[in-house]
DNA sequence: TATTAAGTAGTAATGATTACTATTACTGTA
DNA sequence: TACAGTAATAGTAATCATTACTACTTAATA
């Protein structure tokens, strides 16, 4: 991957970003950074961008996929009326500290992500 | 929601599932028992049961929506190779229970779901 | 500076999902 | 049981997020 002022330029943005913005609010923010910046750019680049382990994808509620610049551990809360989402720091997960934030828990999601045991033995066959 | 027998057939084939199919995979699972059976009928139906809460969406690494028919509370593996789902039942979520079943843990995602301060507060006002 | 391959802009294509419409089938009531 | 009202359906068209394609541009390296 050799450096380009598009792909500097979609990282930024996304690190600056306070909420977790689709493709196509992040193609606006770069456009006032480089006008003629092309949609399929953005979505190249955030597809490497992912690839490489710069950004991250968030689980949302609408079919658009949502992306991050902060890679720092924490959890998300979902609203399911206004479904904004919302970064939670805290160490242990505890719903108190959401209480706190004014968050009303109903349910919770953990996904662990990883290499499964099919995949790797055929890595090791390899 | 009054009874129907297309939402009854979509609701029985995803509780039999023990993988997250997605609407075109149980659409197809469905025609065995109703051959006529409309894509946009089952569509829909997952929607009203995902709504009614008989249903739930499953966090995936395509852009399709996995469904799940079994609300017992337990934890998903995302195999970032083959994209396959695993359920993981165990009461805490200990990598060491991922590790035991031969998954490999990279990293992790935890969300919570339900109502945002402001939803709450605006609900409270009407 | 010449070469080479990765990257880009602009546009077309794809495909999952949603919307629409005429028709069908539940369900409560007389 | 017949009827009315309305939710649900089948089939099809439309939407729209994302991906693919192509001629051109630019970064990296010798």
């Known amino acids: 991957m050799r450096s380009s002022r598009q792909r500097d330029a979609v990282l930024e943005v996304l690190r600056a970003s306070c909420d977790h913005p689709t493709a196509d609010v992040i193609f606006e923010r770069v ?21 490489e382990g710069f950004i991250t ?28 989402i919302t970064d939670v720091w805290c160490q242990s997960p505890v719903p108190a500290r959401l209480a706190e934030m004014g968050l009303q828990v109903e349910s919770q999601k953990t996904v662990y992500y990883g290499v499964c045991k099919n995949c790797r033995d055929n890595i090791e066959c390899n």
């Open 31 to 51: 456009r006032s950074q480089i006008p003629n910046i092309s949609l399929g750019t953005v979505y190249r680049n955030l597809g490497q961008l992912k690839d």
């Open 57 to 84: 994808v968030v689980e949302s509620s609408d079919t658009k996929v949502h992306y991050e610049g902060n890679l720092n551990e924490h959890i998300h809360f979902l609203c399911k009326m206004c479904n904004n």
